[in-house]
């Protein structure tokens, strides 16, 4: 594939971005005072302003290249992570899980695991959320370098150093607020550098029917029906009938319930956005505001995939020696994830095409601040001062979490690296992180929700739970997948239509495990005293007062608009 | 007083606006320039300059509102 060749033009855009987000950091640096500015923004955001970081943070290189490639791979059917995976989510943690966030003024996710239940069972989770952080900040510098060098020839090394030590700059001098302020920013620009693309894309299809018109074609030829790219919901009655190989159950309690909630309800990197909020109203709205835009998101995202596989612009997979990669039908093999910036290549001219890769470098900045202020929090929080070093006063935190900032970088240029060079193992190390992840929500719903759920009950569960993933996935295997990696490890009892699928049923078999193992244990195992959960289960803590003095501010209207809008999505595009 | 985001959003992308519009303005008519036959700089560049603008007048606004601190 020819590189892409930039105007001067395209380089001022960009420059002129990374001038600003370099500047919000400088103009930061003086707010900064104590550790609880540091990592917690001083708890002073507005609604909107960790609305629009919660919806940023997540919004890295896997979700504007990943989602593209599903939409170029499974078609309109990739929106159910959204309307029926995150939406649902956002408004279940907003208000339901929030009030325990924020309400028991824990610092981080896995401090709160510590007041719920005990210390073995945050430092579990706290040193698999801190590796995973650093190795998915990792993943994303490695993606960026190689589309980059793919694109427009530029060279792997400089690229990464140069996106890491912008970020790198930012954070160190204005801590999370500045990474926050700068994930609004590449908010807009994501939205901004996109929507011309997607405008672009339908204009020179004919719209919507001219985009299913040209799909209808792909579809029969991958032996489904015409439109089975372009509905969400009327070939999900079997996993053969549609893309993406799953069918409605696996679906809903696969991703919608278990890898959604695990992801929206417990991942630090998103919470820590809505625990930065001025008020425990603003830290509920949080996921209700960041659910609008959200919702929207498979126009901007998912479209320009199916798009460039309408116009039929998606490279081939290459192999080794150059040469291009065939399935076991002999079917051409696409490389889905230059699904998106092909399309960007195709349409922009220069000027809007600096434009455009400057919103795809804000994407995978603001996915690696994410994990960086999400690392350094949890490292300086919940292991230094933890284990390292209790009872130093508050400046000692602050350096540390400077220094954390600086040490997380570095890391994440060597899990760059390491992905480079050896990409199994980035595929290892991401399963088994998905198999840590999965049982999580279970761990969270019992302990917010069921005051007899123990310390030890949730440990022993979350162990299980992971030990349960590990064998599901071990013992199948997805379609087309060589035994490895993939599954089947431990020998094929099961065979699924698609990965995709296999995930799903990997989640629900370890929530599922968890769930039960956790009551168990529980049951058998001690209770605290009811007194000592205040403020940390349902039932015994005083319902949040609502200090929102405007009828749609209200946590329970929102949520009701959020799922209104959200159903008819999914009416829309059945 | 912490700095209001609505200000460098807003600095932003006014000169993006400004230069892109400027740019699409003068290489009107050139081959590749307006895909779909839109001359997608200038009207880009003109919709993020009224972003941009809108930006700017809701830090103002909010400033006075607060006497100068705030979001």
Same mark, same amino acid.
């Given at each position: 594939m020819p590189a892409t060749t930039l105007h001067w033009i395209d380089y001022v855009v960009m420059l002129l971005y990374f001038g600003f987000v370099l500047g919000i950091g400088v103009a930061l640096k003086?707010?900064?005072?104590?550790s609880t500015d540091f990592? =917690?923004?001083?708890?002073? &955001?507005?609604a909107w302003v960790s609305g629009l970081a919660f919806l940023s943070a997540n919004l890295g290189a896997q979700e504007v290249i990943g989602m593209g490639a599903s939409g170029a791979k499974? !078609?309109?059917?990739?929106s159910h992570f959204y309307w029926v995976g995150a939406i649902p989510a956002m408004v279940f943690v907003a208000l339901f899980m929030m009030p325990f966030y924020y309400g028991s003024r824990a610092r981080s996710v896995p401090e709160y695991l510590k007041l719920r239940f005990d210390e073995k069972t945050r430092a579990v989770n706290a040193i698999s959320f801190a590796t995973m952080t650093i190795f998915s900040s990792g993943i994303s510098l490695y993606a960026m370098g190689k589309l980059l060098n793919l694109l427009?020839?530029?060279s792997f090394d400089a690229s990464i150093l140069v996106a890491a030590g912008i970020v790198l700059a930012y954070i160190f001098l204005g801590g999370l607020t500045s990474a926050i302020y700068n994930e609004v920013l590449q908010f807009f620009l994501i939205v901004l550098g996109f929507a011309p693309l997607v405008w672009l894309g339908l204009r020179d299809v004919g719209g919507w029917a001219g985009l299913v018109a040209r799909l209808a074609p792909v579809s029969t030829a991958n032996?489904?029906?015409?439109?089975a790219y372009t509905r969400?919901?009327?070939? &999900? !009655?079997?996993?053969?009938?549609?893309?993406?190989?799953?069918e409605w159950f696996g679906l809903v &309690?696969? =991703?919608?319930f278990v890898l959604s909630f695990g992801y929206w309800c417990t991942d630090f990197l998103v919470v820590q956005r809505a625990m930065a909020a001025n008020s425990m109203s603003a830290a509920r709205r949080t996921p209700l505001i960041a659910a609008i835009p959200k919702m929207l998101f498979p126009f901007l995202v998912i479209l320009p995939g199916m798009l460039a596989l309408g116009q039929g612009i998606v490279p081939p997979k290459l192999g080794l020696g150059g040469l291009p990669l065939h399935d076991l039908h002999g079917h051409l093999v696409l490389d889905y994830d230059l699904a998106t910036p092909m399309l960007l290549v195709h349409f922009f001219p220069a000027g809007l095409l600096g434009l455009g890769l400057t919103a795809l470098l804000a994407s995978f900045m603001s996915g690696m601040a994410g994990n960086v202020t999400a690392f350094n929090t949890v490292w300086t929080y919940d292991i230094y001062q933890s284990?390292?070093?209790?009872?130093?006063?508050?400046g000692h935190y602050l350096a540390m979490g400077r220094f954390a900032t600086v040490f997380g970088v570095a890391l994440s240029i060597l899990a760059a690296y390491v992905a480079a060079s050896f990409n199994n193992i980035m595929d290892f190390l991401q399963l088994v992180f998905a198999f840590v992840n999965a049982p999580l929500f279970a761990t969270f719903a019992l302990g917010m929700f069921w005051k007899r759920a123990t310390g030890h009950g949730a440990f022993v569960g979350l162990v299980a739970g992971t030990l349960a993933a590990a064998v599901h996935h071990g013992l199948t295997l997805p379609a087309g997948a060589v035994v490895g990696v993939k599954g089947g490890? =431990?020998?094929?009892v099961a065979a699924f239509p698609s990965e995709l699928a296999q995930t799903f049923w990997t989640a629900i078999v370890a929530w599922t495990t968890c769930f039960v193992v956790t009551i168990v244990v529980s049951v058998v195992t001690a209770p605290r005293p009811t007194e000592e959960l205040r403020g940390l289960v349902y039932g015994i803590t005083e319902r949040p007062e609502?200090?929102?003095?405007?009828?749609?501010?209200?946590p329970a209207v929102l949520a009701v608009v959020v799922l209104a809008l959200t159903l008819t999505l999914n009416v829309i595009f059945f | 007083m912490r700095l209001d985001v609505r200000l460098p959003i807003g600095a932003l992308f006014s000169v993006l606006g400004v230069l892109l519009a400027a740019y699409g303005a003068a290489t009107?008519?050139?081959?590749?320039?307006?895909?779909?036959?839109?001359p997608i700089d200038l009207v880009w560049g003109l919709v993020l300059l009224a972003f941009g603008a809108l930006m700017l007048a809701l830090a103002r606004r909010g400033m006075r509102g607060r006497e100068g601190g705030g979001y």
């Open positions: 003086r707010t900064v005072r104590t990592f =917690l923004s001083g708890r002073a &955001m507005p499974y !078609g309109i059917a990739t427009l020839g530029w032996g489904f029906a015409p439109d969400s919901w009327a070939f &999900m !009655g079997a996993a053969s009938h549609n893309p993406v190989g799953v &309690m696969g =991703l919608g284990y390292v070093r209790p009872g130093a006063p508050d490890y =431990l020998g094929v609502d200090d929102s003095t405007r009828w749609y501010q209200r | 009107r008519g050139r081959p590749g320039t307006a895909p779909t036959g839109v």
